[in-house]
């Protein structure tokens, strides 16, 4: 699947089928988030991929706005470090990751956005770093309909040179 294609097509996905995720599939989600660029190439960000089925019940009940994580194959635990870019920088890598996985016919959503305090503990993430999100990924449970997507037409959003001058294509 070629970069706009994915984007063009990429769904949330919050209901999965009772399938692994093969070894090779995380590893390439995983070197997608790496080798995303970053400010001054700080790379602020450490990834706990969960697989065990009671870690990841745990998570879901942990997460206000994710409780399907509990019903995820796997899941990815995005921790950053207390940098002024790590959110940007961080944001950055999950949608290089989520892209990765939709093109391997996977499914993934963005749980949270900070404030994820209740999952240190679990997973003994150390206090001077944050848990930024959490990726729940795995095989839509469902047809997903690839593209279909409500957004606003291109033309109430991109404008050329000035503010509310629309924009034009060069043909």
Known sequence: MDVFEAVRTLLAVRDYQDKPVPEESVRRILEAGRLTGSATNG???H??????ADKLLQLGSLLRSGPYVAMAP????VVIDDTPYAISDA???IQSMML?????CLGSNWVG???LEAVKPLLSIPNEVDV???IPIGYPKDKTG????KRKDLSEIAYQELWKQPFHAEQ
């Not at 990834?47 to 065990?52: A, E, G, P, S």
């Not at 990765?100 to 391997?104: L, R």
């Not at 690839?146 to 997507?149: I, L, P, T």
């Open 43 to 45: 790379q602020p960000w």
């Open 47 to 52: 990834f706990i991929v969960v697989r065990d």
């Open 74 to 77: 796997m899941a990815i635990v």
């Open 91 to 93: 944001s950055r890598a």
């Open 100 to 104: 990765t996985a939709w093109a391997e």
């Open 113 to 115: 956005f900070g404030g």
């Open 132 to 134: 930024f999100s959490v």
């Open 146 to 149: 690839r593209g279909r997507k």
